[in-house]
């Protein structure tokens, strides 16, 4: 019923007075009246969208909008009183809410230029570059550090890549011997790189 109105492009009505305005909303709220709503939307469907593109919104949008606000308006007639202000002032509060709705849900798509499409570089960031050579100079001053049997492991373990197991049979030592000093080394270490996270 309300959507046979809606889907035409609405030619301007006469104008509507104020006190004539607050009895289609009257009605519309007690009876859900659609002779009342189309009269209403007859009049207020062109100003909405006149209100909205005076604002910069494109003509397809503000109509989008225009039908959106009268279509709210049908809805929430109930919650009109002309006590807090005009019928037409609530309206076109409706359209500017609905706007900056709209606004703040559509992300503008933007073209990158030609010189951006390209692939990334492989090569890192010069800051990435810095940070990571901080970190293994830090590390290495860290392994310096150790004592012997510690820095064998940490070799073993992080250099070859050898697992607790194969570094205990390589070395001759009990496997929790090797996981006991792959663990405080490990500790020392970060505790000397920790600053740079």
Do not use: C
Not at 60 to 78: G, I, M, S
Not at 103 to 123: D, F, G, I, Y
Not at 130 to 142: G, N, P, Y
């Amino acid at each position: 019923m309300v959507g046979d109105w809606v889907s035409l492009r609405v030619r301007p009505g006469p104008a509507v007075s104020l006190n004539a305005m607050t009895e289609l909303l009257a009605r519309i709220a007690q009876r859900t009246d659609p002779a009342a709503f189309h009269e209403l939307y007859q009049s207020y469907g062109p100003r909405v969208k006149v209100y909205l593109v005076r604002r910069g919104v494109d003509a397809a949008t503000a109509e989008d909008l225009a039908q959106e606000t009268l279509l709210t308006v049908w809805r929430r007639a109930a919650l009109f009183s002309s006590e807090r202000g005009s019928a037409s002032t609530w309206i076109f509060t409706i359209a500017r809410n609905l706007w900056i709705d709209r606004l703040r849900k559509e992300v503008p798509w933007q073209e990158l230029p030609a010189a951006h499409a390209a692939e990334t570089s492989p090569e890192p960031l010069p800051d990435e570059v810095i940070a990571e050579s901080e970190v293994q100079k830090r590390v290495r001053a860290a392994v310096a550090e150790l004592p012997a049997e510690q820095q064998r492991v940490i070799e073993l373990a992080y250099l070859e890549g050898l697992s607790h197991g194969e570094i205990a049979a390589r070395l001759g030592l009990p496997l929790g011997t090797v996981k006991s000093r792959v663990r405080i080394a490990y500790q020392r270490m970060r505790a000397a790189v920790e600053d740079l996270k």
